[in-house]
């Protein structure tokens, strides 16, 4: 009677176990982001979307039970993005370029100070073809989940929130045009020179944010323990980029003056993300 009772006792504590585990009011867990970027430009005549990047991050997950069917899911995580830009049109986009470091230029009367000055102790102007960002950002997810009932092990989701996402690293590879001061003279090569990973964070904003929506699935493996997937869409509402600055230099001809001013370079992310993780 008394092996009975005891093992009718411990099967309680087990079973009670076993659901407080299952009912975790706060999960907690690890998540893979591969994703697809490409961006869309404020001006279109001035940038042109040129292709779409590839990218990947991972981070922790932070979920917190709201009813049976709904959590609020957080976390932080280091992402990359970027995107690829032509700059091509009647307006050109470049910047002044020495000793491996893009120089700010300080436009005055619709003319660069001290140009020449620049030009002559060996800096160079280097007018964009194309550029490939690379970015790095500390992203923080703010989302509603909702659920389904547990179907076969396997319960749907839908999420709806944003990001807020913190820029952490800026590097770009440029297509240029160089030009330099040659014999009294400025001379521009007639083919492009590839640069690498140059510092760009001086012309790229410290935050964005997006709309993200999505949807995918959990696979419960034991107790709260849970494998999942998920694709989102994530829309970002803010610039990526500084909409001008002195290190991107906008140069036309009017009346046949030259007139330098600082670049419109507005572009707003876009990203298909695949999460893929384990929750506990």
């Known amino acids: 009677m008394k092996k009975t009772l005891f093992l009718a006792a411990a099967s309680l504590m087990i079973v009670k176990a076993s659901f407080a585990q299952v009912d975790k009011s706060v999960r907690f867990g690890i998540r893979a982001t591969?994703?697809?970027?490409?961006?869309?430009?404020?001006?279109d005549k001035k940038v042109k979307k040129g292709g779409a990047v590839m990218k990947a991050g991972m981070g922790l997950v932070l979920e917190f039970k709201l009813s049976?069917?709904?959590?609020?899911?957080?976390?932080?995580?280091?992402?990359?993005?970027?995107?690829?830009?032509?700059y091509t049109g009647t307006d050109t986009a470049g910047y002044l370029y020495k000793d491996d470091a893009i120089v700010e230029a300080e436009i005055k009367n619709d003319s660069i100070n001290g140009i020449t000055a620049f030009m002559t102790g060996g800096g160079a102007s280097h007018r964009l073809a194309t550029r490939k960002y690379n970015l790095g950002y500390l992203n923080i997810p703010?989302?509603?989940?909702?659920k389904t009932k547990d179907i076969g092990g396997i319960t749907y989701f839908g999420q709806i929130g944003g990001n807020i996402m913190f820029r952490m690293k800026a590097?770009?590879?440029?297509?240029?045009y160089v030009t330099k001061y040659t014999s009294g003279s400025y001379v521009t090569a007639t083919s492009t020179t590839e640069i690498e990973k140059i510092d760009i964070a001086k012309t790229m904003n410290?935050?964005?944010?997006?709309?993200?929506v999505g949807g995918g699935l959990e696979y419960n493996i034991s107790g709260s323990t849970s494998l999942y997937?998920?694709?989102?869409?994530?829309?970002?509402?803010?610039?990526?980029?500084?909409?001008d600055?002195?290190?991107?230099?906008?140069?036309?001809?009017?009346?046949?003056?030259?007139?330098?001013?600082?670049?419109?370079?507005?572009?707003?992310?876009?990203?298909?993300?695949?999460a893929v993780g384990i929750l506990f």
């Open 34 to 43: 591969p994703a697809v970027n490409w961006m869309t430009p404020d001006n």
């Open 68 to 86: 049976d069917v709904a959590t609020f899911q957080t976390g932080a995580d280091y992402t990359g993005a970027g995107f690829k830009a032509e």
């Open 142 to 146: 703010l989302t509603f989940k909702l």
């Open 171 to 176: 590097r770009a590879n440029d297509e240029v």
């Open 206 to 212: 410290l935050m964005t944010a997006a709309a993200n």
């Open 229 to 243: 997937g998920s694709i989102h869409y994530q829309h970002h509402f803010m610039f990526a980029t500084k909409q």
């Open 245 to 274: 600055s002195g290190y991107l230099i906008r140069s036309k001809t009017e009346n046949n003056k030259s007139i330098q001013s600082e670049f419109p370079n507005g572009v707003r992310l876009r990203q298909f993300v695949l």
